[in-house]
């Protein structure tokens, strides 16, 4: 009877020591791991405390992935790669001169000012209330500063910290008005086509004007998160999501590309956000109420834009993305290039270059990819647009005020993201085809392949500081890195081919702190 005894005593005290050992050791440790006053929850309260200590934070969420040797995202930042010093600025290799800019605003705002009082007395007469904001032109506002920092080589420096300021701009800002974008107006014969670059329609897009007199452009969601493209879907028909949008500049951020204006996610009231305020009659007009009770819209253009298409609140909350717009064409001209590597838009055309083996060799005796660094900013484009899958590149646009050598612009991205089963290798024909690649960017690429840097943790980090995390579903962030490894594997077989020399271009003076290691 005692031995019985005895072995029962012994169980438990097994039992409770598993139990300290295995549960309340790892809760204690993870306890004193965790800073003062954090928490698992959002509170407004770390506004203004440990999120503003976070670089790139743009909401107050604060379970953002890190290890315990602190942000993966922080470190790649904090990098050598990440840290070279551009050549210092004149006013050549500024897209504008504060003067100019401010004068150009304050111009704009008088406009809006006497548009803004015929329109409400236009409302009246037709027993309509619009809202009277008040705009506050501030000097100082994130997107003025965004628009003075745009230079020859990037929207913005690595280091800017008013690009955090612009997305919590655009997250927060009051909404003032609402109007269809000026290249959908194109479309239809009904706006002043000097602010159009290319005419691209088959989107539904608005243009908000924030209480700052910022301007962001609305991409609403259209397709749940973790929906892919079905597999018999043409590039050209696929579906636009807003949340590839948000990826694309996260994604561009994180390659230090910066040729992505800031995109950050946002709820969109679209009865008090959108039609309350709009002054413009057929944007009113495309507005109604579905059987649930919900607030829908659609956009009139050439070709899906139909109340079968059309977005709705749940019952007047819509997500989707916000792109800060770039300095108007009057003020920064841009023109828009067809991409050389162009797809067919029909179902059964083919380009050239998908059957020409000799295409690039041909294509650098042209202008203007026989010089400068044109050819070598379409292959980072390529790159880039094969991360994120995106298969309609169909044109490329650069200011004009930098001529030949300026960067491209990777604008409209919201085609990206749309299969994580699916790597399209038809992307990176231009750097299948040219074999060549900027040394900075093959740096940072095998960087990003490192298991401390790696891109999905990265991107999984800076991800979830947006106000719609999770951005992307855990089987795009795979993706990420697995054709990280076909763009490296692409690059070697170049130099097993050709050799290092002719493959690796220098475009830039190597920071002295750079390891071999990374090379």
Known sequence: MRRDRLLVAVTLVALLAADVHFILLPRLRTWCHLPRGSCSCTNSSLENTSAATVPWT?????????????????????????????????????????????????????????????????????????????VTFDPEASWLQFHLGISRYALYSGDDSIIDRLLRDMQRATIISADFTQDEKALKGACDCSQVVKPSGLHLKL??????????????????????TPENFFYFVDFQRHNAEIAAFHLDRVLDFRRVPPVTGRFINVTGEILDITHNEELRSVFFTSPANNTCFFAKCLY????????????????????????????????SIPNPWIRAYSFTGRQEWEVNPLYCDNLKKLYPYNSGNRLLNIIDMAIFDFLTGNMDRHHYEIFTKFGDDGFLLHLD??????????????????????????????????LLAQSEYRLSDVMRESLSRDPLTPVLTEEHLQALDRRLGHVLRTVGNCVKKLGEPQVLITDFVESSRVTSSHR
């Open 304 to 335: 899906v834009c139909k109340s079968e298409y059309a977005v709705c609140g749940h019952p007047d909350l819509l997500e989707g993305s916000m792109s800060a717009y770039l300095p108007g064409l009057s003020i920064a001209p841009r023109i």
């Open 207 to 228: 243009a908000l004007k924030l209480q700052d007199f910022g301007k962001a452009m609305f991409k609403p969601m259209r397709q749940e998160r973790h929906e892919e």
């Open 413 to 446: 991205n919201a085609r990206g993201f749309g299969r994580h089963s699916h790597d399209e290798v038809s992307i990176l024909a231009p750097l299948t085809q040219c074999c060549m690649i900027k040394r900075s960017t093959l740096f940072r690429l095998k």
């Open 58 to 134: 743009t909401s107050l969420n604060m379970t953002a992935v890190s290890t315990e040797r602190g942000s993966k995202l922080e470190r790649l930042f904090r990098h050598p790669l990440y840290n070279i010093r551009p050549p210092d600025l004149g006013p050549e290799e500024r897209l504008l001169q504060e003067d100019e800019l401010m004068n150009y605003c304050k111009r704009k705002v008088s406009r809006w000012e006497r548009l803004k009082k015929f329109y409400i007395e236009a409302a009246e007469a037709s027993n309509i209330t619009i809202p009277d904001h008040p």
